[in-house]
């Protein structure tokens, strides 16, 4: 059984707005309304929870533009002051359902995904399932450990001090940036951030949480445009990948030809 969750709860200071991030317009819908779609596309996703500010008055138009059968697929919960705490949040609700959907704990995932990533693809959501379904009768490291979907790092990266100047080159092999989702099995993951939380451990996500408790989270390569909207210009840029998207779709479509 495989869940989902956005945790939706932060205010995103660095945007300059006085909207959250992830209720920023874009294109006919706003963000998070991307995200949500986005994760809604795969089937297998039994129920998608959202973790919510609790003073959050944006959600409601949000989910007005959601159709009756998206909304059947989503509930909601109060988040917490950091990402872990609404994950953790959301995971505490999460298994409320899973118990009532009767699974054995060892069957029960989730796939955890930034509220401001819109543009993840649905061939690599795909392949992120797919990579844990492939292993799902044997003891592999992603039935022990989870998986994340991630991009290799192809800038030069740099070192420097605080006045901005340069001291070293980062040797860029082996590194990769971390994208989402990240999915693992609800129970590992919950106890992960709870026991990472207790030792003031940052969790900068999800499976940072799993390597602090010895987990070796396996990497599943994505589309580098699975981009977080952080700060303004990333708005625009994740316009012009939607748009890019929808128009080569009605051109395959009209040339007769499907994905």
């Not at 300059?16 to 986005?38: C, E």
């Not at 998206?70 to 950091?82: D, L, N, P, S």
């Not at 872990?84 to 899973?98: D, G, H, M």
Request: with cysteine.
């Amino acid at each position: 059984m495989v869940y989902a969750i956005i945790p939706a709860a932060g205010i995103g200071s660095r945007m300059q707005s006085t909207t959250p991030k992830q209720y920023l317009p874009l294109l006919d819908g706003n963000v998070l309304l991307y995200s949500i779609r986005a994760l809604l596309a795969l089937p297998e996703i039994r129920l998608l929870m959202i973790a919510l500010h609790p003073d959050d008055r944006w959600w409601p138009e949000t989910e007005a533009m959601l159709r009756p059968d998206e909304r059947r697929r989503i509930q909601t919960c109060v988040g917490g002051a950091e990402r872990w705490q609404s994950v953790e949040a959301a995971l505490s609700a999460l298994t409320v359902v899973a118990r009532a959907d009767r699974a054995s704990d060892a069957e029960h995932w989730v796939m955890v995904h930034d509220a401001v990533r819109p543009c993840v693809r649905l061939e690599d959501l795909r392949a992120l399932l797919g990579a844990h379904n492939a292993n799902s009768n044997g003891k592999h490291a992603i039935r022990l450990h989870g998986a994340l979907l991630a991009a290799p790092v192809s800038d030069t990266l740099k070192k420097a001090d605080s006045s901005l100047t340069v001291f070293s080159t980062v040797d860029r092999t082996g590194l990769w940036a971390a994208c989402t989702p990240q999915m693992f099995r609800i129970d590992m993951l919950q106890q992960a951030l709870r026991r990472a939380a207790a030792a003031g451990v940052s969790i900068t996500d999800e499976a940072s949480a799993m390597e602090f408790c010895g987990s070796n989270p396996t990497l599943v390569p994505c589309a580098k445009d699975n981009i977080k909207i952080t700060y303004p210009e990333d708005l625009n840029l994740a316009s012009w990948i939607l748009k890019s998207r929808y128009e080569h779709k009605s051109v395959q479509q009209a040339g007769g030809i499907t994905e």
